[in-house]
């Protein structure tokens, strides 16, 4: 196998424009325009409606390349197209190759007959999305959900929906080669498809069942050919196995005696096994794939119960709660995608430990290294197929579309240790049940068709070992009751879109929560960076237009005026709605944690954003984290202590997300807004693995008989194993705003070890979510946004390796700013 790389310089310019661009593939219309200054910075202000009109136009891409005579006296010349996005018309020395209009599939063309010895020239013609688009919804309407931000009729091509605008996202619908493009050059036969199985069996030992399929051309001498496969562990021992390849499909096994299981993060370590498969005509390799695997047994169980019908994911034979996110794509700019970037945001969800991410369908399916980086910190992938909030018509186009990608997606990540569900669609379901729009009984049917059929049965062809569901949210399809609180998983809206109070998450015991979520703005480090300083205002035009979703910012405001006193400037309001926010999230998650084996997951709705926004994420577009993913990662603690607080009535749960039990010491306190305590009190608990335990019911309602006492009170918690704090927390008994707060005089010192910054913080008065930051410098925290009573000091680390850029302890001193809820308002 020969590969010659068509990536890299190019050039392009809107068509039958004079002047060329430069271009770099893969990238897109967009990158390279910003690239060349054609266009400016989309995200700034309201450049985006500006930006959005380039793509009513058309796009050539061009470059010459090199064969030689070698290359083109091979038997099979192919032109591969990793991605190209979408309406493309491929050209090659002047002779129209191929069109194509899906940009989720990966195309190969056999290109040799074009090809010429020595220079030959590459044109990809890319049609404007947004007017085929249109012009399809003219001549056939589709309905989407979200009608108000985005582009009409996206349903009718297959290209990630966010792009042509979503209730977070800008309508940037980009064009271009997006992933990588090469023509390959091969001999005789290849290796045409490599499927890996694992059987676990009793005793321990796990078979490793590796079924290939080759594609022979010319004459067929099929006993030539052999096949070898090579396994080695993660501690560098390798096993092999070879046999004939005397047929297209082929099987060979390995079996491994002593395994190492790859787990979730927070369960185990993640080890992983390279497998090397190499097709050989004599001594020489005609082709090899190479894939990593862990091995595990991963599936969901969905099985009737007390309560309904469970929903959870099985691990290596151990039910575990979920703790995760959903997951959007990183960049409207296609060619911001990178591994390194989303390495970050990856270790930010372990940081803040995660064991589960759901790739929501309104994208596309992640490159391999995001599967690649699942693998090695352990987070179950929840992925997607690619259709959300939106009806589709199963034309014979349509439906040979949607085969091709989801098999070509399939195939290419179904290898990975971290994937543990396929799901059909996202909330389309649920929307023919309980949303309202024109719904006509032949799209109805074309639903089943594809939902219901087509997609289940393609999928389990191709991968017949990972658990499929059929929508999310579904209780297992049919219509029946798609998001029904005792069967299968939910979206949970009522608190965002709904409107109702927080307590309200209190009233459900979902069986796994795979979206429910709060908005916040970003932090005025963020904001500033794509406004100038006349919209710093959250109703000047340019806030308003990085707002998508109707009514958002009101209901921060309302919000914020159920929780906190009235912000007393632009960055306290920014501030206090990321507090809500954080507030909003772990009233629900704590909630569903105590009820652990009832409720076995949550996803929350949502970790990142593609673009500098208002927004449901707990990660802003820079990186930065906001109040909400510190408090995730204390909410997702594998142990957890938590507090049930009804007036004066507190209850303390201990939930164990860990695989060994918990023996400890529970200490709580009573205290006075003054911080001086009135009760207090210790007891020993112990917590099997993988469960929740009702610790300890304390009343009140003696000490504390009115909402003036509660208002004045505060009760804290404690679980320790010997000197160490397993897990901690401060509750109020009244919302923050009807707390008396008095000045906390917040101090500070910073000191320098070997690999990290030690911050002591230390607060006269009782401080409520105390956030530090710097003026210039970003860093990741050991804790943020937490509370700490009068009297008490907190010890923070900066890891040396967590500051984006490298800083001294007195540049650290310098820039450190503080501050807690009583700075947010007037008195
Ligand atoms: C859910 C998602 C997204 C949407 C989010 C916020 O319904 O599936 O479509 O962005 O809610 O409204």
Same mark, same amino acid.
């Given at each position: 196998?020969?590969?010659?790389?068509?990536?890299?310089?190019?050039?392009? %310019?809107?068509?039958?424009?004079?002047?060329?661009?430069?271009?770099?593939?893969?990238?897109?219309?967009?990158?390279?325009?910003?690239?060349?200054?054609?266009?400016?910075?989309?995200?700034?202000?309201?450049?985006?409606?500006?930006?959005?009109? *380039?793509?009513?136009?058309?796009?050539?891409?061009?470059?010459?390349?090199?064969?030689?005579?070698?290359?083109?006296?091979?038997?099979?010349?192919?032109?591969?197209?990793?991605?190209?996005?979408?309406?493309? @018309?491929?050209?090659?020395?002047?002779?129209?190759?191929?069109?194509?209009?899906?940009?989720?599939?990966?195309? %190969?063309?056999?290109? +040799?007959?074009?090809?010429?010895?020595?220079?030959?020239?590459? *044109?990809?013609?890319?049609?404007?999305?947004?007017?085929?688009?249109?012009?399809?919804?003219?001549?056939?309407?589709? /309905?989407?959900?979200?009608?108000?931000?985005?582009?009409?009729?996206?349903?009718?091509?297959?290209?990630?929906?966010?792009?042509?605008?979503?209730? /977070?996202?800008?309508?940037?619908?980009?064009?271009?080669?997006?992933?990588?493009?090469?023509?390959?050059?091969?001999?005789?036969?290849?290796?045409?498809?490599?499927?890996?199985?694992?059987?676990?069996?009793?005793?321990?030992?796990?078979?490793?069942?590796?079924?290939?399929?080759?594609?022979?051309?010319?004459?067929?001498?099929?006993?030539?050919?052999?096949?070898?496969?090579?396994?080695?562990?993660?501690?560098?021992?390798?096993?092999?196995?070879?046999?004939?390849?005397?047929?297209?499909?082929?099987?060979?096994?390995?079996?491994?005696?002593?395994?190492?299981?790859?787990?979730?993060?927070?369960?185990?370590?993640?080890?992983?096994?390279?497998?090397?498969?190499?097709?050989?005509?004599?001594?020489?390799?005609?082709?090899?794939?190479?894939?990593?695997?862990?091995?595990?047994?991963?599936?969901?169980?969905?099985?009737?119960?007390?309560?309904?019908?469970?929903?959870?994911?099985?691990?290596?034979? +151990?039910?575990?709660?979920?703790?995760? =996110?959903?997951?959007?794509?990183?960049?409207?700019?296609?060619?911001?995608?990178?591994?390194?970037?989303?390495? +970050?945001?990856?270790?930010?969800?372990?940081?803040?430990?995660?064991?589960?991410?759901?790739?929501?369908?309104?994208?596309?399916?992640?490159?391999?290294?995001?599967?690649?980086?699942?693998?090695?910190?352990?987070?179950?992938? /929840?992925?997607?197929?690619?259709?959300?909030?939106?009806?589709?018509?199963?034309?014979?186009?349509?439906?040979? @579309?949607?085969?091709?990608?989801?098999?070509?997606?399939?195939? *290419?990540?179904?290898?990975?240790?971290?994937?543990?569900?396929?799901?059909?669609?996202?909330?389309?379901?649920?929307?023919?049940?309980?949303?309202?729009?024109?719904?006509?009984?032949?799209?109805?049917?074309?639903?089943?068709?594809?939902?219901?059929?087509?997609? &289940?049965?393609?999928?389990?062809?191709?991968?017949?070992?990972?658990?499929?569901?059929?929508?999310? &949210?579904?209780?297992?399809?049919?219509?029946?009751?798609?998001?029904?609180?005792?069967?299968?998983?939910?979206?949970?809206?009522?608190?965002?879109?709904?409107?109702?109070?927080?307590?309200?998450?209190?009233?459900?015991?979902?069986?796994?929560? !795979?979206?429910?979520?709060?908005?916040?703005?970003?932090?005025?480090? !963020?904001?500033?960076?794509?406004?100038?300083?006349?919209?710093?205002?959250?109703?000047?035009?340019?806030?308003?237009?990085?707002?998508?979703? @109707?009514?958002?910012?009101?209901?921060?405001?309302?919000?914020?005026?159920?929780?906190?006193?009235? &912000?007393?400037?632009? #960055?306290?309001?920014?501030?206090?709605?990321?507090?809500?926010?954080?507030?909003?999230?772990?009233?629900?998650?704590?909630?569903? *944690?105590?009820?652990?084996?009832?409720?076995?997951?949550?996803?929350?709705?949502?970790?990142?954003?593609?673009?500098?926004?208002?927004?449901?994420?707990?990660?802003?577009?820079?990186?930065?984290?906001?109040?909400?993913?510190?408090?995730?990662?204390?909410?997702?603690?594998?142990?957890?202590?938590?507090?049930?607080?009804?007036?004066?009535?507190?209850?303390?749960?201990?939930?164990?997300?860990?695989?060994?039990?918990?023996?400890?010491?529970?200490?709580?306190?009573?205290?006075?807004?003054?911080?001086?305590?009135?009760?207090?009190?210790?007891?020993?608990?112990?917590?099997?693995?993988?469960?929740?335990?009702?610790?300890?019911?304390?009343?009140?309602?003696?000490?504390?008989?009115? @909402?003036?006492?509660?208002?004045?009170?505060?009760?804290?918690?404690?679980?320790?194993?010997?000197?160490?704090?397993?897990?901690?927390?401060?509750?109020?008994?009244?919302?923050?705003?009807?707390?008396?707060?008095?000045?906390?005089?917040?101090?500070?010192?910073?000191?320098?070890?070997?690999?990290?910054?030690?911050?002591?913080?230390?607060?006269?008065?009782?401080?409520?979510?105390?956030?530090?930051?710097?003026?210039?410098? #970003?860093?990741?925290?050991?804790?943020?946004?937490?509370?700490?009573?009068?009297?008490?000091?907190?010890?923070?680390?900066?890891?040396?390796?967590?500051?984006?850029?490298?800083?001294?302890?007195?540049?650290?001193?310098?820039?450190?700013?503080?501050? =807690?809820?009583?700075?947010?308002?007037?008195?």
């Amino acid at each position: 196998m020969v590969k010659l790389e068509l990536n890299g310089a190019w050039q392009m %310019r809107a068509l039958n424009e004079k002047e060329w661009w430069k271009a770099e593939v893969p990238g897109s219309v967009m990158s390279d325009l910003l690239r060349e200054g054609i266009i400016a910075d989309p995200y700034y202000r309201d450049e985006q409606y500006e930006v959005f009109d *380039r793509f009513r136009a058309d796009y050539e891409y061009e470059r010459s390349f090199h064969i030689d005579p070698e290359l083109l006296a091979m038997e099979r010349l192919e032109l591969v197209c990793e991605g190209l996005d979408t309406i493309a @018309e491929i050209d090659v020395n002047g002779s129209l190759l191929a069109c194509t209009k899906n940009m989720h599939r990966t195309y %190969r063309f056999d290109v +040799r007959p074009l090809l010429n010895a020595g220079d030959n020239r590459i *044109r990809i013609v890319f049609r404007s999305p947004v007017e085929y688009v249109e012009r399809k919804q003219q001549e056939s309407y589709l /309905w989407a959900a979200n009608d108000n931000y985005v582009v009409q009729g996206y349903p009718h091509l297959r290209k990630a929906h966010h792009m042509f605008g979503w209730d /977070w996202g800008p309508k940037l619908p980009d064009s271009g080669i997006w992933r990588d493009i090469y023509i390959e050059g091969a001999q005789h036969a290849r290796l045409k498809d490599v499927y890996v199985e694992q059987q676990h069996d009793t005793s321990g030992q796990v078979t490793v069942t590796i079924n290939t399929e080759v594609e022979q051309w010319g004459e067929k001498e099929g006993n030539q050919l052999v096949l070898q496969a090579a396994l080695t562990t993660p501690n560098g021992e390798t096993q092999q196995v070879s046999a004939a390849a005397v047929s297209d499909t082929g099987c060979l096994q390995l079996v491994v005696q002593k395994p190492q299981l790859w787990w979730p993060n927070g369960l185990g370590e993640q080890p992983l096994y390279k497998l090397e498969v190499r097709l050989m005509s004599g001594q020489s390799l005609i082709d090899v794939k190479e894939l990593r695997i862990g091995l595990r047994t991963l599936t969901v169980r969905n099985e009737p119960d007390e309560w309904g019908e469970s929903f959870e994911f099985v691990v290596n034979g +151990r039910s575990i709660f979920a703790m995760g =996110s959903n997951y959007i794509p990183e960049d409207n700019i296609r060619s911001k995608h990178n591994r390194e970037r989303t390495e +970050r945001l990856v270790q930010d969800c372990v940081a803040a430990n995660f064991n589960c991410i759901r790739v929501w369908g309104g994208g596309f399916y992640p490159d391999d290294y995001f599967f690649d980086l699942c693998d090695e910190y352990g987070l179950i992938v /929840w992925q997607d197929h690619l259709f959300a909030c939106s009806e589709y018509e199963m034309t014979a186009e349509f439906t040979e @579309e949607i085969k091709a990608e989801v098999i070509d997606n399939v195939k *290419r990540i179904r290898h990975h240790a971290s994937l543990g569900i396929w799901c059909g669609n996202n909330e389309m379901e649920w929307a023919w049940v309980d949303w309202k729009f024109p719904k006509r009984a032949k799209l109805r049917t074309d639903y089943i068709k594809q939902f219901e059929i087509l997609l &289940p049965q393609i999928t389990k062809e191709a991968d017949p070992n990972t658990f499929y569901w059929l929508a999310s &949210p579904s209780s297992g399809g049919g219509f029946d009751e798609p998001n029904a609180p005792h069967r299968g998983d939910v979206h949970y809206w009522e608190v965002w879109h709904g409107g109702k109070p927080f307590t309200e998450y209190r009233q459900h015991y979902f069986r796994f929560c !795979s979206e429910f979520g709060f908005q916040s703005f970003p932090s005025l480090k !963020s904001v500033e960076a794509f406004t100038a300083a006349g919209d710093r205002n959250i109703f000047t035009p340019v806030m308003e237009s990085h707002q998508k979703n @109707e009514g958002g910012n009101s209901k921060i405001l309302q919000g914020v005026s159920q929780h906190f006193l009235y &912000p007393k400037d632009f #960055d306290s309001l920014l501030y206090v709605s990321q507090l809500l926010q954080a507030e909003a999230m772990r009233y629900g998650v704590e909630h569903w *944690r105590r009820n652990r084996g009832r409720c076995m997951g949550s996803v929350y709705w949502q970790l990142n954003d593609c673009w500098p926004v208002a927004s449901w994420s707990s990660i802003d577009y820079y990186g930065r984290w906001k109040a909400l993913h510190y408090s995730v990662k204390r909410f997702y603690a594998p142990v957890l202590l938590s507090a049930e607080e009804e007036g004066a009535a507190v209850k303390l749960v201990v939930t164990n997300d860990t695989l060994q039990p918990v023996n400890a010491v529970l200490k709580w306190e009573l205290s006075d807004i003054r911080s001086v305590v009135i009760q207090s009190g210790e007891t020993e608990v112990q917590v099997a693995a993988l469960s929740a335990q009702p610790a300890l019911e304390l009343d009140f309602r003696a000490a504390l008989p009115n @909402e003036a006492a509660l208002r004045q009170h505060y009760v804290t918690y404690k679980l320790t194993a010997g000197s160490e704090v397993i897990s901690d927390g401060l509750t109020l008994l009244a919302r923050p705003k009807h707390i008396p707060l008095e000045d906390p005089q917040l101090q500070v010192t910073v000191a320098e070890e070997e690999e990290r910054y030690v911050v002591d913080v230390k607060a006269e008065e009782l401080a409520l979510f105390i956030e530090l930051s710097f003026t210039e410098l #970003d860093a990741s925290l050991s804790d943020n946004f937490f509370h700490l009573p009068g009297g008490d000091t907190k010890r923070i680390y900066i890891a040396k390796s967590g500051l984006r850029e490298a800083a001294g302890v007195q540049e650290l001193r310098g820039q450190l700013k503080l501050r =807690s809820l009583y700075d947010t308002y007037v008195r």
